[in-house]
């Protein structure tokens, strides 16, 4: 069992950034796949961006190109940059892993991961 833990969360004002990160215990997967997800109060968990380990990636309409995920491989360490936050951001931030490969592209599903950290808190006020 894969460890996780993020970290980076916080609270900013809108239009702020922040970059959560996501450890990892060592791992031996040769295809993997790794995500954030958050899930707001009253909401349903929800995928935000995802990579793979040849560096695809996947984002939700709602933040593309405000986020940016990125991975160090040397260690194995998986970030998230989220920049021009808005409030609708707000939410627990989770990270996921799952030793596989999509070839249609890391999913965004959760259901699909079965790693999974015990996530960092963002706050976006206005």
């Known amino acids: 069992q894969v460890h996780l833990v993020e970290?980076?969360?916080?609270s900013v004002q809108s239009g702020g950034s922040l970059r959560l990160s996501c450890a990892a215990s060592e791992?031996?997967?040769n295809n993997?796949?790794?995500g954030w997800f958050r899930q707001a109060p009253g909401k349903e968990r929800e995928g935000v961006a995802a990579?793979?380990?040849?560096g695809n990636t996947n984002y939700a309409d709602s933040v593309k190109g405000r986020f940016t995920i990125s991975?160090?491989?040397a260690k194995n360490t998986l970030y998230l940059q989220m920049n021009s936050l808005k409030p609708e951001?707000?939410?627990m931030y989770y990270c996921a892993l799952e030793g596989a490969y999509y070839h249609g592209g890391p999913p965004l599903e959760d259901y699909e991961y079965t790693s999974w950290g015990q996530g960092t808190q963002v706050?976006?006020?206005s």
């Open 7 to 10: 970290s980076g969360g916080g």
């Open 27 to 29: 791992y031996t997967y």
């Open 32 to 34: 993997y796949c790794m």
């Open 51 to 54: 990579i793979d380990n040849d």
């Open 71 to 73: 991975q160090d491989n």
């Open 89 to 91: 951001d707000t939410a």
């Open 123 to 125: 706050t976006v006020s």
